[in-house]
């Protein structure tokens, strides 16, 4: 019973120290090109966007086809 305990906590610390990895390392990735910084932008902008167009008043008073949001977003590109 207690080889059963170890393996689980020893896999357990193992996944908590993988997490904490994986956290510290997307958290120190600020982007300083441009480039970066303008698709950030652009990426934020676009969930700002979805967030409007896409709640519950929106999406529930209009027919699914006059919404447009799938042309509106492949028609730029």
Known sequence: MSAILIL???LG???LLLLILVLV???SGHTEETDGLRIEQEARRQAQMDRVSCN???I???TPTASGIYQQRH???
């Open 13 to 15: 610390g193992i996944a």
């Open 8 to 10: 689980f906590g020893s």
């Open 25 to 27: 390392r997307r958290s």
């Open 75 to 77: 028609r730029r590109g």
């Open 60 to 62: 529930h008073t209009s």
């Open 56 to 58: 519950a008043r929106a």
